[in-house]
């Protein structure tokens, strides 16, 4: 982060500290979610489950993810907001390196992405979770979920940078917040029909998901992790080449 | 010695013509207005002068260099003030001129918006969020913000549209003192009584070109001599408003 950057960024994450809701409501849905699927079906879910398995650690990879995809959404809505108040054409003015308003936001997700993730893993602990996980390990999950939050934020960047509206920057998010629901994040997909359970078993979430439970569990995740890391490098790369040519033309 | 100079500019969006040849010239010091009505390429001119689009033909040079070929030395040189007061709404507006003065790596950031903010009446509201400003302490904020570091050049495109009549007045007693400072001023309006108030010199810019310009003097000789007629003067509804508001230009800033 250079200098410029630097700066850009203390101005957006005052605008965080300043409206803390942003933050609250990110973690606050996939809260009660967590608290839904914990409380309500984790009962009956656990019965299919092999024996032993704390149903609090299983569901909670799917619940971070979800709060990420629904976090990245603010970051669109933040830069569609400093386009449409001709912020941006002043940093854009101005003896800075150009990329340094795109940046800024680019890091400010990330951070306010890790202090949702932070707020739920906390709000988990009274609920039961617990994990073996060793300092490698946790490391690890950070990692995992960083990249996943930089890929996404890459993809948000987009609607963030082209959208005609403030509705229309963030309404891509709508569908990725779903998309957990549709892997194995909260119910195994053996009795999931075949069609539906082709597609939980192939699309990212189930990795990442699968990945993260492992390391968690600190127990090996054997190719699981490799998957999990190409889709992240694969949707940011796209997302990246796509959201700067955006960028160039914006 | 002359702050921008532009000759033969053109630019067209998607196969329509916006800019088709502009000339013009702004001298150092000078307030220049570009007059024109909605959707006559003012702001298109501003935007290829302050970098932020790239012309397709013709050349814009501002303090001599060359907007295509030394955009980063353009950018040290100018400062833009954009249609709509871009302004952090979050921010206070000490923190915005703030912001603006270590972008631009003024060494006594803290000092230079403490002055900024004196030298244009904000200093009783510097420590309110910029989001609870009125229209016209706004667009005295984004003008102040445009003055951190000295740019010897200052674009306004439009800075008075959107405003009631008062914050009309407070921008255009804020941009006349900026006039004796020495900075240069190319400012866009489609009001041709801001363009008289204001300008040095004038340039009518219409579809895309530009037909007239000159002094105000020099634009009145190209028409007829005036006509005398003796007509009663009555108070515009303007002039009732502020009378009854209690403001004029000459009250505000206390």
């Not at chain 1, 942003?22 to 608290?35: F, Q, R």
């Not at chain 1, 998309?179 to 939980?200: G, H």
């Not at chain 2, 959707?39 to 907007?67: E, H, Q, Y």
């Not at chain 2, 102040?144 to 495109?157: C, E, I, N």
Request: with cysteine; proline share 4%.
């Amino acid at each position: 982060m250079n200098g410029k950057t630097g700066v850009l960024f203390g101005r957006l994450m005052r605008h965080i500290l300043r409206s803390p809701d942003t933050i609250i409501t990110v973690a606050i849905t996939p809260i009660a979610i967590m608290l839904m699927f914990v409380y309500v079906f984790g009962g009956a879910i656990t019965a299919s489950l092999p024996s032993g398995v704390n149903y609090v650690n299983y569901q909670l990879p799917g619940i971070l993810l979800m709060a990420i995809n629904s976090g990245i959404s603010y970051t669109a809505f933040r830069m569609f907001g400093d386009r449409q108040s001709g912020i941006f054409s002043r940093f854009h003015s101005m003896p800075i390196r150009r990329s340094s308003a795109l940046w800024a936001h680019v890091f400010v997700s990330l951070v306010s992405n890790m202090l949702t993730v932070a707020i739920i893993f906390l709000v988990a602990l009274p609920m039961g979770f617990r994990s073996s996980a060793g300092i490698l390990e946790w490391l690890s999950v950070a990692g995992i979920l960083a990249l996943f939050t930089l890929a996404l934020t890459w993809v948000a960047v987009i609607p963030g940078l082209v959208a005609k509206s403030a509705e229309g920057a963030s309404v891509f998010s709508y569908p990725l917040i779903f998309l957990p629901m549709f892997s194995s994040a909260f119910a195994p997909t053996e009795t999931m029909p075949a069609a539906v359970r082709w597609f939980a078993e192939n699309q990212p979430i189930t990795s990442i998901v699968e990945t993260l439970r492992s390391l968690l569990n600190a127990e090996p995740a054997g190719n699981e992790i490799w998957i999990a890391l190409a889709w992240c490098a694969g949707i940011a790369l796209v997302a990246y080449f796509f959201a700067m040519r955006a960028y160039g033309r914006a | 010695m002359t702050a921008v100079d532009v000759r033969g500019l053109r630019k067209s969006f998607k196969g329509v013509s916006v800019l088709c040849g502009v000339d013009f010239a702004v001298s150092r010091g000078e307030i220049f207005a570009l007059l024109g009505s909605n959707g006559a390429g003012k702001t298109t001119a501003v935007n290829i002068l302050s970098t932020l689009l790239r012309p397709d033909g013709g050349s814009a040079r501002v303090c001599g260099f060359d907007v295509s070929d030394r955009p980063d030395e353009v950018r040290k040189s100018i400062s833009l003030t954009g249609q709509f007061a871009a302004v952090d709404d979050i921010l206070t507006g000490r923190e915005n001129l703030i912001l603006i003065a270590k972008l631009r790596d003024v060494a006594a950031a803290k000092q230079t918006a403490a002055e900024l903010l004196e030298r244009f009446g904000l200093t009783d509201a510097a420590d309110r969020r910029a989001g609870t400003y009125s229209g016209g302490m706004k667009r005295r904020l984004d003008i102040a913000m445009s003055l951190v570091d000295d740019p010897p050049v200052v674009f306004l495109d439009e800075p008075t549209t959107g405003l009631d009549p008062e914050g009309r007045l407070e921008v255009w007693k804020t941009v006349k003192e900026l006039a004796g400072g020495g900075t240069t001023i190319l400012l866009t309006t489609q009001y041709l009584e801001e363009a008289e108030q204001l300008a040095d010199k004038i340039a009518i810019l219409h579809e895309g070109r530009i037909i007239a310009s000159g002094t105000l003097d020099e634009l009145k000789k190209l028409f007829p001599p005036a006509k005398v007629e003796y007509v009663e003067k009555q108070p515009t509804l303007e002039e009732i408003f502020l009378a009854i508001i209690g403001k004029n230009i000459e009250t505000e800033g206390n």
